[in-house]
């Protein structure tokens, strides 16, 4: 079998769960600082905040900057759920608009229409870690007063081009940024997430927040020498991520360079195996942005059957998932009165599919897969 995607663990992370485990502290502690600190150098941002996952990370930069009732947050449908959640959690309201067909990523030309007096900010993702047009988001997000944040879930080690140099997602771009470790992402503790600022003032309150608006953190009480009493300044959340995740991310994040690159290989790989196949679109990266290929999507011909060619390559023990969802199809968003047409968002989802990609595929699952693909498609051909 092989499948969608695989995270690569090896003995190293064990050993650092292992002595984050015997150290005698697995909450959120050394390891967490230590992770964060790790992650805001490579990504080359000022502050890094550690989470328990992505899902509430966006929530959380929702929530310290205060966005609620009455307030619209701007995003794209076609995403995973967790991004329209988030702004639900706040009571505010998303507002849905379409996707550029070539990146899958939000258009910045449907942003700039949809902006109100009552929008506050965009989530923009880096769709599968394809970078979002950030250069335009963020000169919109400027002109108007709103605040960018970076669902950047899917996008640790991609890169985008700034000034003729690359820099990585994270830095941030907009105001802040926020990952994943989810297994499904390039690298994982898995669960996790991590918020990215330059405003200490924001990266502050994402860690009052996190741990339960505490004045003076645990793990500081537990080291004074003086007896403290702590304060709860605002209602809060427990939002931490453990010291035995952050040991492995830690790990993990060592790798990612290494993961990213061989990531890359396999994408390129695709399109030669892949590019000549009339009718079949494969994903490409604008020449400002190096994507880390957190998934594969191809563009199926038409007339081909989306569930079909899935089903027959899952007979042949391969894996495939269809595009990415629209949450604006799904029940708690689906009674709303979407105010932009959708199209290329529901394009998306029917007539994509994610072939199998992680750091560790050999060539020879790959050739298999590409195979079987072509195989397919050929036999609608003859049709
Ligand atoms: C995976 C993902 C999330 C949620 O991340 P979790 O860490 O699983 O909560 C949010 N947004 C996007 C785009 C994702 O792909």
């Known amino acids: 079998m092989i499948p969608i995607a695989l995270p690569l663990l090896t003995e190293e992370e064990a050993d650092a769960a292992r002595a984050a485990v015997l150290s005698g502290w697995v909450s959120q502690g050394p390891q967490v600082a230590a992770f964060e600190r790790d992650f805001a150098a490579l990504v080359g941002a000022p502050y890094a905040c550690a989470v328990s996952n992505c899902t509430i990370a966006l929530h959380l930069a929702l929530a310290a900057l205060e966005i609620g009732p009455g307030d619209e947050v701007i995003t794209a449908s076609h995403s995973f759920i967790a991004t329209a959640n988030c702004i639900r959690y706040c009571g505010a309201t998303p507002v849905f608009v379409d996707i550029d067909p070539g990146t899958y990523n939000i258009d910045p030309n449907r942003v700039a229409e949809a902006i109100t007096p009552r929008t506050r900010a965009v989530i923009a993702v880096h769709q599968m870690g394809m970078p979002c047009d950030l250069a335009a988001l963020a000169t919109l997000a400027d002109r108007h007063g709103i605040i960018l944040i970076e669902d950047a879930a899917c996008a640790a080690g991609s890169q985008i081009r700034v000034d003729g140099g690359w820099e ?187 072939l199998p990609i992680y750091a560790q595929m050999s060539k020879e699952d790959q050739e298999r897969v590409a195979c079987a693909l072509r195989r397919e498609l050929q036999a609608y051909a003859l049709q």
Not at 175 to 192: L, M, Y
Request: proline share 5%; net charge positive.
């Open 168 to 354: 990585r997602i994270g830095k941030p771009h907009g105001q802040i940024a926020c990952f994943s470790f989810h297994p499904r992402k390039v690298i994982t503790t898995g669960e996790g997430g991590m918020l990215t600022t330059a405003d200490a003032k924001l990266d502050q309150k994402f860690r009052l927040l996190r741990q339960h608006g505490m004045s003076v953190p645990d793990i500081v009480r537990h080291g004074s020498p003086q007896v403290i009493f702590e304060d709860y300044l605002v209602v809060g959340f427990n939002y931490r991520m453990t010291d035995i995740q952050a040991a492995v991310g830690r790990k993990q994040l060592e790798r990612l360079p290494e993961l990213v690159s061989r990531r890359r290989a396999i994408a390129a790989r695709y399109g030669e195996l892949l590019g000549n196949f009339e009718g079949l679109r494969l994903p490409a990266e604008p020449d400002w942005a190096r994507s880390n290929w957190q998934s594969y999507c191809v563009r199926l011909p038409d007339r081909v059957d989306q569930r079909t060619v899935m089903q027959r390559m899952l007979d042949q023990g391969i894996a495939t998932r269809r595009g990415i969802m629209c949450s604006h199809r799904e029940a708690p968003y689906a009674n709303d009165k979407q105010r932009h047409d959708l199209k290329q968002s529901e394009l998306a989802q029917d007539n994509s599919i994610l």
